[in-house]
């Protein structure tokens, strides 16, 4: 396999994998599925999820069926890069590097989606686009949590600051542990 073809495999099924993350997050963070947005992207990437569903049903709002598909799409990725003898064959790690590389770009999505839906409080809080609202919607829901500890503060929100910290300490900690498993960081999507 050459590597132009490799690439290009590699990228799509990165592309599919993200949507697939944004599927599981749509059911993990409640988002309105009335949203076109969201229609449009369960359509194009939830069918492999719906299959694996029928038997692996969610549990409160984690769709682990979404979560292991993206999985095995990585896997599937990094099975190509084994096969253009970029790295050795060796099933567990790959399975261990595509399970380290979704947990990275979920943590990585979480991220923007905390940073957009910050950004967009300042400057579209009124605009009701579909992908504002999803970004708000979003970021909303990560931010709960924390502000159901932190006090009323005369109109200044804090929890985005401490949504922050918790989601940095576990990108730290889910890095350290790719690291040491020896995962190629130039071929993991959350990276």
């Avoid at 492999?48 to 069926?65: A, C, E, G």
């Avoid at 970004?135 to 929100?157: A, E, H, K």
């Avoid at 985005?160 to 690291?179: E, K, R, T, W």
């Amino acid at each position: 396999m050459s590597e132009a073809t490799f690439f290009l495999f590699k990228a799509l099924m990165d592309v599919f994998t993200v949507g697939v993350v944004f599927n599981f997050l749509f059911r993990l963070l409640k988002v309105d599925y009335y949203n076109p947005l969201v229609q449009g992207i369960i359509r194009a990437v939830d069918l492999p999820s719906q299959v694996l569903r029928s038997v692996l049903k969610p549990f409160r709002n984690i769709d682990l069926s979404s979560f292991l598909v993206a999985v095995f799409i990585q896997a599937g990725a990094f099975y190509l890069a084994a096969i253009a003898g970029s790295i050795d064959y060796e099933p567990l790690k790959i399975l261990m590097w595509s399970s380290y590389s979704v947990i990275l770009l979920v943590l990585k999505m979480i991220w923007w989606i905390l940073l957009g839906g910050i950004i967009l409080s300042f400057i579209a809080s009124t605009n009701f686009h579909p992908a504002i609202v999803l970004i708000r919607q979003m970021s909303d829901t990560l931010f709960n949590p924390f502000r159901v500890f932190l006090p009323p503060m005369g109109g200044l929100d804090f929890s985005p600051i401490f949504a922050f910290i918790a989601l940095n300490f576990l990108q730290a900690i889910f890095v350290q542990f790719a690291i040491e498993s020896g995962l190629p960081v130039w071929l993991s999507v959350g990276f």
